[in-house]
């Protein structure tokens, strides 16, 4: 019923800055909260940000002061700013959306940080 579709991955020097989106369609259901999750090469996947409908925030501490999480409600879309991006921030990164309901899942987008 909803579609989450990631973009603006892509490589990147260290200490360069991106900026991934992630856009919600197909339904009009409500919303409660989205956030954004990666898994690095050969790791698990873990919880980066997330966002409430009301605009709360909150930061793994691994990315505490370097990234910002925002959304916009009238675009149904969630934006994961990175800044002074280090070789372990290198992972895929995957859209997470939350209903009363239900839970979705984007495909991911690959962000690489090398020199």
């Known amino acids: 019923q909803v579609q989450l579709v990631e973009s603006g991955g892509g490589l990147v020097q260290p200490g360069g800055s991106l900026r991934l989106s992630c856009a919600a369609s197909?339904?009009?259901?409500?919303?409660?909260?989205m956030s954004w999750y990666r898994q690095p090469p050969g790791k698990q996947r873990e919880w980066v940000a997330g966002?409430?409908?009301?605009?709360?925030?909150n930061y793994a501490d691994s990315v505490k002061g370097r990234f910002t999480i925002s959304r916009d409600n009238a675009k149904n879309t969630v934006y994961l700013q990175m800044n002074s991006l280090k070789p372990e921030d290198t992972a895929v990164y995957y859209c997470?959306?939350?209903?009363?309901?239900?839970?979705?899942w984007g495909r991911g987008t690959q962000v690489t940080v090398s020199s």
């Open positions: 966002v409430s409908s009301g605009g709360s925030t």
């Open positions: 197909g339904s009009s259901v409500t919303i409660n909260t």
């Open positions: 997470n959306a939350r209903s009363t309901l239900y839970v979705y």
